[in-house]
Structure formats: structure tokens, C-alpha cells
């Protein structure tokens, strides 16, 4: 499959760098290092536990995000990676494992990421997921 405007040389090392950190920061829960990499008006999209949209729009929306996330869920382990880059967006298939602390029952999901940037660094994470 070829994509059309897909990044190649340095814009393409600029933007495996930024999602390393990105990366990097929301696997350690660090919003400070978070916050590094993403603009000031980030928004992150998604649903809660229910299938309602969510929006996590500061430090202390994502900070309260992660408690709750570590309070419900003995494991999370994403695979199945994917990224494609373009210009303006990028995308990021994957495949969640998630442990439930309450009962141990375990949750599968497949799903999608949209990343859009603005100055340099990520402006939008909107993630779609659905159970596998």
C-alpha cells in the first residue's frame, strides 16, 4: 500500500521523536513530560467506560484520567502498533489488553488514533475503539 504526502527523511525522524516522547510520558502517567511534547490547548477525544464522549482538555482532566484509569485496571498493554504519517495527521493503529482490578475479567479492543500537530508538537489525539 502506498500513501499519498507519507513523511519520509527528517520530518519523519521528527515525528517518530515526538511520539517517543509522547510515548514515553503517557506509559511513566507524566503529565509534566506530557505536556512537553503536546500544545498548551491539547485535547484528547475519546468515550468514557459507558461509550459517552469524553474530552480531557487540561493537566488536571488527563492527571484525574490516569487515577482512575490505574484505580479500575490492574493491566493495560497496548500491541499491534501501527503509525502512518502524513503531512498534517497522523494515524496509529492498535490493540488493547485491559485487566479490571474489581474481577480480573479482561477486556479486548481494537481501535485507531487520530494525532493532529500544530507548531511542532501534537494538538489533537482522538481515539477510536471498539471490542475486538
Known amino acids: 500500500m502506498t500513501l499519498t504526502g507519507a513523511l519520509t527523511g527528517p520530518m519523519l525522524a521528527e515525528r517518530e521523536a515526538l511520539f517517543k516522547a509522547f510515548g514515553r510520558a503517557f506509559f511513566k502517567k507524566d503529565v509534566e513530560a506530557l505536556y512537553q511534547v503536546v500544545t ?18 487540561s493537566p488536571e482532566a488527563i ?11 490492574s493491566a493495560q498493554r497496548f500491541s499491534d502498533v ?4 502524513l503531512p ?6 492498535f490493540r488493547l489488553t485491559e485487566t479490571r482490578r474489581a474481577d480480573g475479567a479482561v477486556g479486548d479492543h481494537q481501535g485507531v488514533e487520530v494525532y493532529t500537530f500544530k507548531d511542532g508538537r501534537i494538538a489533537l489525539k482522538d481515539v477510536y475503539r471498539k471490542p475486538a
Open 82 to 85: 501501527v503509525y502512518q504519517h
Open 88 to 93: 498534517d495527521i497522523s494515524f496509529m493503529t
Open 63 to 73: 492527571r484525574a484520567h490516569f487515577a482512575r484509569q490505574q484505580e479500575i485496571y
Open 40 to 57: 498548551p490547548d491539547f485535547q484528547w477525544r475519546g468515550q468514557d467506560d459507558t461509550g459517552a464522549p469524553r474530552l480531557l482538555a
